[in-house]
């Protein structure tokens, strides 16, 4: 593959292992799992250590397995660099301890991932003042920001209502203030959407989910689009101010947070979500045409109270996801009309797995009031639009014919 000639997405995350040497012209990127990398020449090594040579030291700050990973998450995004951590929540973890700083102020979105939004309330609790408002009318955003504000962080579409954040308007106010511009685009996926599009500085994705996309792997990773200019951000350590201007934040995120913190990513899962990236495009048309279809089935059924999924046009963003993405993605969620216990629903379902995922091969369900946002009570869910009978689906790549038929027949006669 000739590495400047553009190739379509599949294409280049199929054939990137080999822009660099592969060992014995091993067609994957070999496990490696030495956690040390000796050198014959120990002035070499000191020019390893200090920055001078390329090289890895120790598995923490690096690992070949999964620097050809991160190779390849950097090409999807079309990033500038790329790190990879042991999970997503590293991810996102390592950006704030790693960039923030005690007084900071930091604007979230209150529709986050239940964990992530969990993770922002320790670090409100911890000296940085952080406020989460409805993002999805950048007015709100606007309104939230103060002198002090470093951060704004957001994900494309929600989960598990789907709303979707006001993404290109929220970009060019952070462009305009020089605020670092933050975007979870776990739920879209870079096949569906590059935040860099609507100006993020750095994007988070969880590759535990469409990336791997078989539930056997946990990961994730940052990627630095280059578009932020790291003159304007404050907390830069001097130390990083050595490397060029577009390298001053990932270089003390890498330091910072994967040296000082070390959530690596092992080989291992690096390996297993490298497969699985090969057959991301295959697998995200699939989910959303299934999607798609299930939404569509529940919605026309007068026993469903509600749908929630982009790709219907009762969606209240669905022109705005329309114009974004590639298509609506893989996740849904619904509500049941009064008299169908939303448990009972679950339980006559035959091929839909009631477990917490998403962006797996299969099908998963769950009820949300009861299980993931069952810890931050009624008042809160209903301020947040969670009915108590949601359900929400991770649409996998069954056939769509099954998925329809199962998800009809768990309604009753
Ligand atoms: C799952 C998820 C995460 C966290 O990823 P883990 O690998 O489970 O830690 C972060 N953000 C979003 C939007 C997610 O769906």
Redesign the pocket.
């Known amino acids: 593959m000739n590495d400047s000639k553009k190739y379509g997405f599949t294409t280049t995350i199929l054939h990137s292992d080999r822009q660099k040497s592969i060992e014995h012209g091993s067609l994957h990127k070999p496990i490696h799992t030495s956690v040390a990398f000796g050198y014959r020449d120990a002035r070499e090594l000191a020019a390893v250590f200090q920055g001078k040579t390329p090289g890895y030291r120790y598995g923490r700050q690096g690992n070949p397995t999964v620097s050809a990973l991160e190779d390849k998450i950097n090409r999807m995004e079309e990033g500038l660099a790329t790190l990879c951590f042991s999970?997503?929540?590293?991810a996102?973890g390592a950006l704030a301890q790693a960039l923030l700083r005690d007084g900071d102020h930091v604007v979230v979105s209150s529709f986050l991932?239940g964990?992530?939004n969990s993770l922002w309330q320790t670090v409100n609790a911890q000296g940085c003042d952080v406020s989460f408002v409805d993002a999805t009318d950048v007015a709100n955003v606007e309104a939230a920001l103060t002198p002090a504000t470093r951060i704004v962080f957001v994900?494309t579409i929600a989960?598990p209502r789907t709303q979707i954040a006001d993404l290109a308007r929220i970009g060019e106010l952070c462009r305009q203030r020089g605020i670092l511009y933050v975007v979870?685009n776990?739920?879209t996926s870079p096949y569906l959407f590059r935040p860099r599009q609507v100006g993020a500085g750095l994007v988070?994705n969880?590759l535990?989910?469409s990336i791997g996309g078989h539930g056997n792997a946990?990961?994730?990773a940052l990627t630095d689009t280059g578009l932020y200019d790291w003159s304007r951000y404050p907390n830069i350590h001097d130390n990083y101010k050595r490397n060029q201007v577009q390298q001053w934040g990932i270089s003390q995120v890498r330091a910072k947070a994967l040296r000082d913190f070390g959530a690596a990513l092992g080989p291992e899962a690096a390996h297993h979500i490298a497969v699985g990236a090969e057959t991301m495009a295959l697998r995200l048309e699939r989910e959303c045409a299934n999607a798609l279809a299930l939404a569509q089935m529940l919605q026309a059924d007068e026993r469903v109270a509600a749908v929630h999924y982009p790709g219907l046009p009762t969606h209240p963003q669905h022109a705005l996801a329309k114009d974004l993405f590639r298509a609506f993605g893989g996740l849904f969620s619904f509500e049941l009309k009064e008299g169908i216990d939303c448990f009972d629903y679950l339980n006559r379902l035959k091929l839909a797995i009631p477990a917490s995922n998403?962006g797996d091969t299969r099908t998963l369900v769950i009820p949300v009031a009861h299980t993931i946002f069952y810890e931050m009570g009624a008042e809160r869910r209903a301020s947040m639009g969670i009915a108590e009978s949601l359900i929400r689906v991770s649409v996998g790549i069954e056939d769509p014919a099954d998925l329809v038929e199962d998800f009809r027949q768990a309604l009753g006669t």
């Open positions: 999970t997503g929540m590293a996102i991932f964990n992530t994900e989960n979870d776990t739920m988070v969880a535990t989910k946990l990961g994730g998403l």
